[in-house]
C-alpha cells in the first residue's frame, strides 16, 4: 500500500481538489491501496490561529469566521451534487458552531493557552479532510473519513505533542485491518493525548502523520504532493536555474530541510527512515513529472553535491578570550546553557587553538544570548580572561550538501572560489567529519548573488550567466547587441554561456531589466521605458543589483567613464572597454586598475583598444605569460593612415587621397585627429605597458606625417588647402619610395622600452611592404620568435570587427 499525503495548497481550491482525486483514482484504479493524508486548505491554519489571538485580545473575530465558512462552502457548492450537498454543510456547520463557541471563551477569559490552540487549529484539517472525503465519495464510495486523532496518541505537550509510538501502533493497525476495504482520508498535524485531548505534531506535522501511518503500516512509498517539482537545487525564487533531483538520500534531505529547503521538516521523515520506506516529493499541478524520491541511500551520481540551502537571516556572537584555552568544559558549559534556556544554535565553529568561539542564532535570540553569557560568565569577563560577547547582525548561512562531496576533492576550493570571484566575504565556516555538508556564514545582502553563483559553480551540466550592463549604444554598441542577438543559441548549444543584457545607457536614456533586455527590441524599450541617463546612477544602481559574474561594457569614447573603473572593480565587477583612455591616461592610474582588478579577483579586458578585433594584447599576454622576452614591437595601428597611404601612389595626390579617405568615412571629420597619429600613439603606449614598460605620453616619439602648416591650419577647409600647397613635400617622398622601391608606411616601434612613431620607406623584405587597404598589422619579434616574426595583420577599424572584439572579451570574463 501507497500513503498519499496532500499539503494546503493541494486543498485550497476547487481546481486543485479535482486535481487531487484524479491523482487518488488513478492510484486506486492501479490497486495502489492509497490512504491520503490532508492538510488543513492553504491559509485556514493561519486565520484559526489569528482568530483565537484575536479573541484573547479581546478583538472580534466575526469576520474570520464568515471567512472560514465561505472557503468551504464555495467548494462544496461547486465540487458536489446538490442533493447530496446537505449533509455535508450540516456536519461543517457543526464544526464551525463548535469553533465559534471555544472563541467565545477564549474571548471571555482573555487567555489562550497552548491546549486550546490546539483545539482551535485543529477544526482546520477536520474541516478538509471532511469535506474532501465526501466530494471523493460520489466516485469512490469507499471512501471513508477518519479523525486522526483517535489513533495518534501522544503526550501532553501542546503545540509539538510527543508520540507514543506503542499505542499509536496499536491503534492504527487496528483501523487499518478494520477498513482494509475502505479508501481513508485521514487528518494529518492532529493527535490526542491520553485523556482524548487535541494536541498537534508541530510544524510539518502532516508529513509526520503521513510517515507514522506509512511505518506503521509498512508502506511500499510515502508520497507527499505539494506545489512544487519536488526538492530543488536551490530556491527558485533566488536561483531561476534550480533544478529538481531526481534522487536525495534520508541524510541529504535532513541537511538541505535543516538550511532553509521547505518543501519536507526534517524530523517528519525519522518513522519512514527507520523502515527506510522512501518518501516521494511530487507536484499535484504537474502530476506527471516525477519527482524527488527520498530514499536510504544517494543513488547513483556524479553529482558533486545535491543542493545549495540557506537561512536567510541570522546573528552570530563571537566569543573569544585566553580564560578558553586548555579549559575542560568551557564549551559545555556554554551549550548547556543555551539549551537550557531554548536558544536554537544554528550552527557552531571554533579555532583550533580554543580562543574563540563563534556560533549563530535567531536574530531574535540574539540579545538575549549575550545577556544570559555575560551572567554566567561574569567571574571570567571581570578578569579578562574573556572578552565581552560580540553580535554581528544581518548575516546569512549558505550550505553546501551531497554525499558525494566527501569522495570529492577541491569541493572546499570551488566554493571558495566561487565566493572570492563575487566579493563575497565569509565570516564563518563550518563543516562535519561526514562531509555531507560545508557551512558558511555571509553578509545578508551577498546571499542572492552567492546562491547563484555557487549553483553556477556545481552544476556544469548548466549555463554560465553573464549579467551585462552596456554603456554607449552607438555603432559599436549596437553593433554589439545585434552580434549578441544572433549568436545568443550557439552560445547556449555550443559553450553553455548565456548573456543577459540587464542595463543599457546611452547620453540620454537608461534602462534596467533583470531578466534581460529585448535585443531585438532594445532602441524602442529603451527610448519607450528608459529613464533619464545619469552616468553614477546607473553604476550605483549595477552595484546595488549585486549579481553574480556581472560585466561593465563601455563602448564609448568618453573620458568620464574610466573615473568609475577603480570603484566598479570594488565591486567585484568585471570590465570590457573598447575606450582606450584608462589605459593611455597616466601610467599611476594604468597600474591602479590593474592592481585593483587583481585584488578583486575580476577581469579587465580591453582587447579593442589596440587593434580592433584583432587579437593583439592577448597574444602579448600569452607570450609574456608562457616566458618569451618581448626584443622588439612594430606595429601600423591606423586603419585610416594605411589606406592613406596605400592609395597614395602614381598620379594620385595626397591631397586627392586623404579627401577620398574622408568621403568613405575612414576619417574623423578632422583629418588631422587621425594623420597627428595621437590615436596610434595611444595604442602604442598600452602596448608597451603591457609589455611591462613605466611609459608616459610624453615619452613617446611621435613623429609627424603633416608639415606644420596643415597642423596649424583654423579650420578644416583651410587644411586642405594647405594640403594643396605642400604636395610637392608629399611628391617628393613618394618619388623617393618609387625610386628606391619601397612604400610609405607610418610605423610604431618599440624597442629597449622606447616607443618611437615615424614615417618609413619599407622593402619587400618587410614584413609591412605588402600591408593592402586600411588594415592593420603588427610584428612580435621576441626570444623565441627572432628569425622570423609573429605577426598579425587584418582589418585595424570599423564597427563589426570592434563589436566582435568586446564580445569575444566577453565571452572570455571568468573563463
Known amino acids: ?47 484559526l490561529t489569528k482568530m483565537a489571538e484575536d479573541a484573547a485580545e479581546g478583538k472580534t473575530f466575526d469576520e474570520g469566521l464568515k471567512t472560514l465558512e465561505a472557503k468551504h462552502f464555495e467548494i462544496i457548492k461547486a465540487l458536489i451534487s446538490i442533493k447530496y450537498q446537505n449533509p455535508v454543510f450540516t456536519k461543517l456547520k457543526l464544526f464551525f458552531n463548535e469553533i465559534e463557541e471555544l472563541l467565545q471563551g477564549i474571548y471571555a477569559l482573555k487567555e489562550l493557552s497552548e491546549q486550546s490552540k490546539d483545539l482551535v487549529v485543529s477544526y482546520g484539517e477536520r474541516c478538509s479532510t471532511f469535506m474532501v472525503s465526501k466530494i471523493s465519495e460520489q466516485y469512490l464510495p469507499e471512501s471513508m473519513f477518519v479523525d486522526a486523532s483517535h489513533y495518534i496518541k501522544t503526550d501532553s505537550h501542546f503545540g509539538h505533542a510527543h508520540v507514543n509510538d506503542a499505542l499509536t501502533e496499536q491503534l492504527v493497525q487496528s483501523l487499518y485491518l478494520t477498513n482494509s476495504d475502505k479508501l481513508l482520508f485521514v487528518t494529518g498535524f492532529i493527535a490526542s493525548n491520553e485523556k482524548g485531548r487535541m494536541t498537534t505534531l508541530g510544524r510539518g506535522g502532516s508529513d509526520y502523520t503521513a510517515a507514522i501511518f506509512g511505518s506503521i503500516l509498512n508502506a511500499s512509498a510515502i508520497e ?26 534520508y541524510t541529504e534531505a535532513m541537511e538541505l530541510s535543516y538550511f532553509g529547503a521547505k518543501v519536507i521538516y526534517p524530523p517528519t521523515m525519522i518513522p519512514a527512515f527507520l523502515k527506510k520506506i522512501p518518501i516521494i516529493i511530487r507536484n499535484t499541478f504537474e502530476p506527471d513529472f516525477s519527482g524527488t524520491v527520498i530514499q536510504f541511500d544517494s543513488g547513483n551520481t556524479t553529482l558533486p553535491i545535491k543542493g545549495i540551502s540557506s537561512i536567510g537571516d541570522i546573528s552570530i556572537i563571537n566569543l573569544s578570550g585566553s580564560g578558553m584555552i586548555g579549559k575542560s568544559g568551557f564549551s559545555g558549559r556554554l551549550f548547556t546553557l543555551l539549551a537550557r534556556e531554548q536558544i536554537n544554535v544554528i550552527l557552531i565553529t ?24 555575560e551572567n ?54 563550518a563543516q562535519g567529519s561526514s562531509e555531507y555538508n560545508i557551512s558558511v556564514i555571509i553578509a545578508k545582502n551577498d546571499l542572492s548573488k552567492a546562491l547563484n553563483a555557487v549553483h553556477d559553480a556545481f552544476f556544469a551540466e548548466l549555463k554560465k550567466t553573464l549579467y551585462v550592463f552596456n554603456l554607449g549604444t552607438g555603432n559599436i554598441g549596437s553593433t554589439l547587441f545585434k552580434q549578441l542577438e544572433s549568436q545568443h543559441n550557439f552560445l547556449l548549444e555550443k559553450n553553455d554561456i548565456e548573456i543577459k543584457v540587464v542595463g543599457v545607457s546611452n547620453s540620454r536614456k537608461m534602462l534596467f531589466n533583470l ?15 528608459g529613464e533619464d541617463a545619469d552616468l553614477s546612477i546607473f553604476i550605483e544602481r549595477m552595484k546595488g543589483f549585486n549579481l553574480p559574474n556581472c560585466v561593465f561594457i563601455d563602448n564609448t569614447a568618453s573620458k568620464l567613464p574610466s573615473t568609475y573603473y577603480e570603484g566598479i572593480f570594488k565591486a567585484n565587477i568585471s570590465i570590457v572597454t573598447c575606450n582606450k583612455i ?106 608597451a605597458r603591457d609589455a611591462g614598460y ?36 608629399f611628391e617628393a617622398l613618394k618619388e623617393k619610395a618609387q625610386r628606391e622601391n619601397k612604400v ?61 572584439g568586446v564580445f569575444a572579451d566577453l565571452v572570455n570574463v571568468g573563463a
Request: charged share 25%; proline share 4%; aromatic share 8%.
Open 582 to 687: 584608462a589605459n593611455s591616461g597616466k601610467y599611476e592610474q594604468y597600474k591602479t586598475l590593474r592592481d585593483t582588478a587583481r585584488k578583486h579577483g575580476v577581469d579587465f579586458f580591453y582587447e579593442t583598444n589596440v587593434g580592433a578585433g584583432l587579437p593583439i594584447v592577448r597574444v602579448l599576454k600569452d607570450l609574456m605569460l608562457s616566458g618569451d622576452r618581448i626584443v622588439k614591437i612594430e606595429a601600423i595601428l591606423s586603419g585610416t593612415i594605411s589606406y592613406i597611404f596605400n592609395n597614395f601612389k602614381e598620379s594620385t595626390s595626397f591631397y586627392d587621397v586623404v579627401k577620398q579617405a574622408q568621403e568613405l568615412g575612414y576619417t574623423e571629420p578632422d583629418p588631422r585627429d587621425d594623420l597627428g597619429g595621437i590615436d596610434f600613439m595611444r595604442k602604442m603606449l598600452i602596448l
Open 744 to 804: 610609405i608606411r607610418y610605423i610604431g616601434k618599440l624597442e629597449d622600452g622606447k616607443v618611437t612613431i615615424s614615417v618609413q620607406l619599407v622593402d619587400d623584405k618587410h614584413p609591412f611592404y605588402a600591408l593592402s587597404g586600411s588594415d592593420n598589422i603588427i610584428s612580435f619579434t621576441t626570444q623565441r620568435y627572432k628569425d622570423r616574426p609573429l605577426v598579425v595583420k587584418g582589418p585595424g577599424a570599423g564597427a563589426e570587427v570592434t563589436a566582435a
Open 376 to 429: 554566567e560568565f561574569e567571574l571570567e569577563l571581570q578578569a579578562n580572561k574573556l572578552a565581552t560577547p560580540d553580535i554581528e547582525d544581518h548575516l546569512s548561512v549558505l550550505a553546501i550538501v551531497g554525499e558525494n562531496m566527501k569522495k570529492t576533492p577541491g569541493m572546499s576550493g570551488q566554493l571558495f572560489a566561487a565566493l572570492g570571484r563575487n566579493g563575497i566575504n565569509v565570516r564563518a565556516i
Open 224 to 249: 507527499i504532493w505539494t506545489d512544487v517539482n519536488g526538492m530543488l537545487t536551490a530556491d527558485p525564487r533566488i536561483v531561476k536555474k534550480a533544478f529538481s533531483l531526481p534522487i536525495l538520500s
Open 515 to 529: 531578466d534581460g533586455v529585448d535585443l531585438a527590441n532594445w532602441e524602442t524599450t529603451l527610448q519607450e521605458d
Open 350 to 373: 571554533q579555532s583550533s587553538s580554543e580562543h574563540s568561539i563563534t556560533f549563530a542564532v535567531n536574530p531574535d535570540d540574539a540579545v538575549r544570548a549575550k545577556m544570559l553569557i
Open 1 to 47: 500500500m501507497k500513503i498519499l499525503k496532500f499539503g494546503g495548497t493541494s486543498v485550497g481550491s476547487a481546481e486543485s481538489i479535482k486535481a487531487v482525486l484524479n491523482i487518488v483514482k488513478k492510484s486506486y484504479e492501479a490497486q495502489e491501496r492509497p490512504l491520503i493524508v490532508l492538510s488543513a486548505m492553504s491559509g485556514v491554519t493561519n486565520l
Open 694 to 729: 613605466t611609459v608616459e605620453a610624453e615619452d613617446v616619439d611621435l613623429g609627424a606625417i603633416l608639415p606644420e602648416a596643415c597642423l596649424k591650419a583654423t579650420s578644416v577647409e583651410s587644411f586642405y588647402e594647405e594640403l594643396k600647397n605642400e604636395n610637392a613635400y
